[in-house]
Structures are given as C-alpha cells and as structure tokens.
C-alpha cells in the first residue's frame, strides 16, 4: 500500500525546473526553505602555522532537511567550493553526526533545525596579510533542500576577515558543531597489544555484514548504538533498527548484523561507519569514525556503479556548450499536417472532456435544461453565448501559459494547478457545485436579489459565464486528453497555438452547442420528471470525487497539514452553507456560529494549505560506455548516435540523484526481471543520462524531446523518432514499446 501511495503521491512531483539561485554575494543567501550564512571562527586571528575555521550555518524552516556526504538512498550531499587568499588551504568539511530520515521505502541520512558545516582552514607559512584591509573570502555552495518535494539550490558568499584580530562572534556554534563531528576511536589496549576499530565480515551468502567493533567507551557498553555507513551503496539504507538490523554487546565488543543493499555498487577492501549512542532517528554525540577492514568474499555484482565523465561525454559537454539549444521535437515536425492533426486531436479532446467527473454534471444539467419549455432561439441564444464563453476561456487560459512561457517561465499546459491557492480555490468550487447539486441550497439564496434578479432577465449572459465555469471545473482534467495536441501548440507560432485553444473549447461546447441549434437533439431527451431530480443529486458525488483528488493534490504540493487544513475549512464552508438554508433563529444562530469557525480556520489553518510548495524530485548513475559486464552505460549524445547508426535500439533513463521518483522507476519497473530480459533479447542498449548535476548537454536532449525535467523514459529505434514514456512507466507500458521494434537480425 505504502508503494502505491508512493507511485501515486509523486506524480505532483514530476517538474523540475524550480531551482533557486542567490546571485547576490553576501555572507547571507535567505530563500523560502533555509537561511545560510557564512561564518568564521579565528580566536588568534589570521597568522602563518596556525588553523581557524570556516563554515556554512544553515538554518532549516520546519520539516525541511539537508543532506549528510552520504545521503542515503537519494539526496545529494552539500558541496563547498572556496576562493581563498593566497597562503590559505581549505580542509574537507567536518560532518556532524547525521540522523535517518524515511522516505517510504527508501531512507536518506540528513539534518533538520540548524546546522553547522565546519571547515579548517591551514594559514601556510607564505601567508602574508593584507597591508590594508581584511581577508577576502568567497564561498559558493550547492546544497539540496528536501521536505516532500526537493530544490537543488546555491549560493554565493562573500566575507571580510580581520587578519590582525580575533574573530570569535560564533565560537559557541563551531565548539557545539566539533562536539557533534564524530571523532576517530582511541586505542585501546588488549593483551598487552595496542588496538583499535573493528572488523566487518561478509556472510557466506551475501546478504549481511557483521560489523564488530572495539575501543568504544565504557559507559556505551549495554547501550542501543546506531551505525551510518560513510561508504555509500553498500547497506539497505531503509532496514529497520531492531528487526531489518539487529545489534548486541559481547562484552566490550559491539556487534551489529546490517543486511546488503540487492543495488550494491562496489566491492570495497573497507568500509567506514559512524556509531553513536541512541536510535538512527535521534543519535546523540559524541560519535566515533571507525574504518574496518572487509573479510570474507563480496558476491557478484548485479547493478552498476556509479561512473565519471567519459572521455566521450566531456567531449559532448563541450561541444554543446558552444551551440545554440535546438528547437523541441514537436516543432520539427510542424507541418501545416501535423497542425492540422492537432487542432483536430484538440477538438475531439475537448468533446471527451465532457465525460469526466468534474465537467459532465454541470453539462448534464445544462443540456437536460433544454427539456424544458423555452423558444427556439433562446436556446440558440443561450448555446451560442456558452459556446463565446467556453473558447474565450480557452484562449485566455492558453494565451497567458504561451505569454509566460515566452517571458521565459517553465510551464506546460495545467500550470494554474501548481498553484496552491488556484487548487483550493477550485476544490471549494467543486464543494459548492456538489451541495448545490445534492439539493442542499440554490445558488439564488447566496446572492443579492438584485443580483439574481439580473441573472433571470439576462440569461444569454448568464449562458456565457457558465461557459466560463465549465472550462474552470474542466481544468484539472484536459492533460490526459490533451497531452500531444498541447505539447505540440507549446512549439507553434502563437495564434497557431491559439487555434489548438480554440478547437479544444469549441469541442467542449459541442454538446451544448448541438442541443441549442438542431430541435431533433432537444426532443430526443427524455421527457421531464421526478428522474431528473434524482439524477441531479446523484451528480453531486463526481463533484465530491473532484474536491477529494483536489485536495490530494494540495496534499503533494503542501503536505499533509496543507490537505488537513483545506479540508477542515471546506467542512466549514459547508457548514455555513447548510446553516444559510434554514430559517428563523435556527439560520442565524447556525450560522453565525458557522461563520466564526470560518473566519478563524481561514485565518488560522487556511494559511498553511495555502503555503507555496515547490515540486519535488530524488536518482541514479551509470557505468562508462561499454563497460564489460554492465547492463547501463552512460549516457553521451555521440554514444546514441554511434549506437543507432549501428542499427541498435537504444532505451535512455533521463534520471537523477535527487529525483525521488526516478529512485523509485529505478527499484520497481526498471528492475523488473522479464522486462530486462526483454531488452536483452531485443538487443537494445540501455543507457542512462544522470542530471545530478547541471548538465548542457542533456539539458539540449530533453529540451529536443519537449521536456524540461526528470523522469523522461525515451526508445530510441534506429532510423525512426524516439518514443516517448510515461513519467510513472509501468512494466506493460514498456513491453508495449518494445515490441513494435523491428525483429533482431
């Protein structure tokens, strides 16, 4: 159940792009999830053969972490990058003990709250001061920020240094920070014989290591230790303290039983670990580094490791660095044909729409209206003027995404919906539609009578603005349909996008629009009676079904105090809407009471589930081309291309180590036995492009598939366009895909 949640939960959390970058310099870079200040402590100043230090303070908001040097299942750890006065020498960052953070079925090492990443900083013996003025230090810092969703971040800092006097403002944090960095184990004396560490041995099977380890103090002995695996890629991160990995003490001896991760990447001769007192979730310093040497006989592997750049990469880098981005995959093929095909996969796309849980109970009863006695051409009047309202909306809708895609903005098609507020705003929408619909009041009641009087003499008007309505209550349903129209209208010139917008709308109006102009289509609905009541109300339950998923949505976007909060005011509104129905001092005893709890949830709790939450993202890695005995290679543009001119399919992985989602297709569809098989014996090459980090040229790849982010899942058949997957493939989906290759020879 959890994974399902898992698979489903991160679709919100597919669009990269939300990447922040302080290209201020100053000692402080402050965004939405940290607050990050460059720090310094120089108690004796700055004089040749002396140490002081250097660190990057990073404040967390609430449920947001940073990562540990080994981050675990996903993650990226902090990187440092310094620019230092001649006759100064950074040293490598002083980790403070981390702490396990679950994600589902993986689990990351990280820290929350405030933390404090140390560096020492050697004055060389050439070191000469300034003669005026201080030290100039600059850092630039790359951290990845997490809660459900992920920002890869970075900052630029600048700080003046007296080099004469001391500098001790933050002394308190550097020694808390020392007391947490985990520090090497004393010798310990057996036998006469000076020792030290411990040992890990691999089991005979493969499956476990048993770690031992000696010289720890005395008044840990009978204590529950954690173990953090400073070497990366070899243990189940995710396995439980107590049952997935059990621990004991053979008197001064601690041993600990930790079960092998089945993606194991390398084979060490030693491993380090980090041990400390307590759980994984809450360790306590002071923590000791232990490196043990590995006896017994690594099995196999079975996945591949992590690579570097290939020769043939760096060549690539290089190469597309100097070039201009070429134009999306969809616009390459924009033929007057395929413009055409569009507008009319946009039409048809737009008349499916009618069939979803969110549109077909406002166009069910609109078009059942026409069962009712009126004049021919007031329902003309009242079509034409919903069909205005439809495709007006559509134009507004894709004229502002076109609009703000051209002013250099990453969005797509259903951009309104990563807008926390846009999706509670339409979740209450839908709440007041279903009540409406379920009988339990008119919209006539919440309105001035002036207003409603105004409605009843302007129907023609009224027509229009439910057009509006039914292309706000469509949204968050167009993309199934839509999905190749859109991408391609994305690459047109603007009022040939406009046309696709168009023909959608005018596909959604079609209904409505058919039933107004031809009587036979009136006359063929069935005749008015108690059943339409009864199938009004039963309308309202796919308005209700709309607020759920709405509010799942929100849930990805701010978590589940964000859903929790949405819904309890959603509960609020309904309250006072009940409460408006009823009459006497009953209505207004109800409601007033149904108003404060209104007025203070929407000050209160309201808030939070409308909170800003970027998107999220998690990863992967590959072996250099031709790797003997690899079954991914990495990634080059030259690699594809010799490979396809060979006449081999190629099957690429646009991942990263960050992107949560791309861990996950990697552990479950990508991994699945008959599928690998199935590449085997059609001979395709798989190949993986990491995005861990900034990249140009895989950046100028997706952008040629029309993607702007990981996961992307493409085939590539030689002599033919690559085929494009889901961002959440399933096993069956790339089977499908396969077997339209041709046959091997």
């Known amino acids: 159940m959890l994974k399902l949640f898992f698979r489903f939960a991160l679709t919100a959390l597919l669009l990269l792009g939300i990447v922040s970058h302080a290209q201020t310099s100053s000692s402080t870079v402050k965004t939405e999830q940290v607050l990050a200040e460059l720090v310094a402590h120089a108690p004796q100043g700055v004089q040749p053969g002396q140490t002081f230090w250097l660190g990057l303070q990073i404040t967390h908001q609430p449920h947001w972490h940073t990562y540990w040097q080994n981050p675990g299942d996903s993650g990226l750890p902090t990187q440092l990058h310094w620019t230092l006065p001649a006759g100064l020498s950074a040293g490598d960052i002083a980790w403070p003990l981390p702490k396990k953070i679950p994600i589902g079925t993986l689990a990351n090492y990280g820290y929350e709250g405030k933390l404090l990443l140390s560096v020492p900083v050697t004055v060389g013996p050439d070191f000469k001061p300034p003669v005026v003025g201080p030290l100039k230090i600059a850092l630039r810092a790359e951290w990845l920020v997490c809660r459900q969703e992920c920002i890869p971040q970075e900052g630029q800092f600048s700080l003046n240094l007296p080099a004469q006097s001391a500098t001790a403002l933050y002394g308190a944090a550097f020694d808390a920070a020392h007391q947490l960095s985990p520090k090497p ?61 059990t621990q004991n003490w053979q008197g001064a001896v601690w041993s600990a039983s930790i079960p092998v991760t089945e993606e194991r990447t390398d084979s060490p ?149 990563q807008s926390p507020p846009v999706v509670a705003g339409l979740a209450l929408l839908f709440t007041l539609l279903g009540l409406n619909l379920a009988g339990v009041f008119e919209f006539g009641m919440l309105v001035p009578s002036g207003l409603a009087s105004w409605q009843s003499q302007h129907p023609t008007v009224n027509a229009g603005l439910s057009g509006v309505l039914a292309v706000a209550v469509a949204s968050p349903c167009t993309a199934p349909f839509m999905g190749a129209s859109l991408g391609l209208a994305i690459a047109l010139p603007f009022w040939q996008a406009l046309m696709v917008f168009a023909a959608m709308g005018l596909g959604m109006a079609s209904p409505y629009l058919a039933a107004s102009l031809w009587p036979a289509v009136a006359r063929a609905l069935p005749r008015p009676g108690a059943w339409m009541v009864v199938f009004r109300q039963a309308m309202a339950f796919p308005m209700f079904a709309t607020v759920v998923w709405l509010v799942w949505v929100l849930g990805q ?184 290759l041709p046959p091997v020879r």
């Open 269 to 417: 001769a030693t491993l380090r670990w980090v041990v400390a007192v307590g759980p994984e979730s809450s360790p306590k310093g002071p923590a000791f580094e232990v490196e043990t040497p590995v006896e017994g006989t690594w099995p196999a592997l079975t996945q591949t490791p992590p690579a570097g750049v290939s020769p043939e990469l760096a060549k690539a880098l290089a190469q597309n660095a100097a070039k201009a981005p070429s134009p999306p995959l969809a616009a390459a093929s924009a033929t007057p044909l395929s413009v055409l095909l569009a507008v009319l996969g946009a039409f048809l796309g737009g008349l499916l729409l009618n069939l979803m849980p969110c549109v077909f109970p406002v166009l069910a009863i609109k078009v059942l209206g026409f069962a009712q006695p009126a004049q021919q051409h007031e329902h003309r009047a009242a079509g034409l003027a919903y069909t205005v309202g439809v495709v007006l909306s559509f134009l507004l809708l894709g004229g502002l995404m076109l609009g703000l895609r051209s002013a250099g903005e990453q969005l797509g098609w259903g951009f309104q919906l």
């Open 557 to 740: 976007q701010t978590g589940i105090d964000g859903a929790s909060a949405l819904l309890a005011w959603l509960l609020s509104v309904a309250a006072l809407v009940w409460a408006l129905s009823l009459s006497g001092r009953t209505r207004w005893a109800w409601g007033s009471l149904s108003l404060v709890l209104l007025v203070w949830l929407g000050s209160s709790a309201l808030p939070t589930a409308l909170r800003e939450a970027p998107t999220e993202v998690a990863g992967s890695s590959a072996a250099a081309p031709g790797a003997p005995g690899q079954r991914w290679q990495a990634w080059s543009e030259a690699a594809l291309q010799s490979h396809l001119e060979a006449g081999r399919p190629v099957f690429v992985d646009f991942t990263a180590a960050w992107c949560v989602t791309c861990q996950y297709n990697k552990k479950t569809t990508l991994a699945d036995g008959p599928l690998l098989a199935d590449f085997d014996a059609r001979q395709v090459v798989l190949m993986r492009a990491d995005w861990t980090r900034r990249d140009p040229a895989i950046t100028q790849a997706l952008t040629a598939l029309g993607r702007s982010g990981v996961p992307v899942y493409a085939l590539y058949p030689p002599g033919q366009p690559p085929v494009l997957l889901s961002e959440l493939p399933s096993v069956a989906e790339v089977l499908s895909a396969l077997q339209k």
């Open 185 to 245: 184990l004393a010798p310990l004396q057996q036998a006469g014989t000076w020792v030290t560490g411990g040992q890990t041995r691999v089991s005979e099977d493969g499956q476990r290591l048993q770690l031992r380890v000696h010289g720890l103090p005395v008044n840990w002995r009978g204590q529950t230790l954690s173990a953090f695996p400073v070497t990366a890629g070899i243990v189940q991160n995710a396995a439980t303290q107590g049952t997935g990995w």
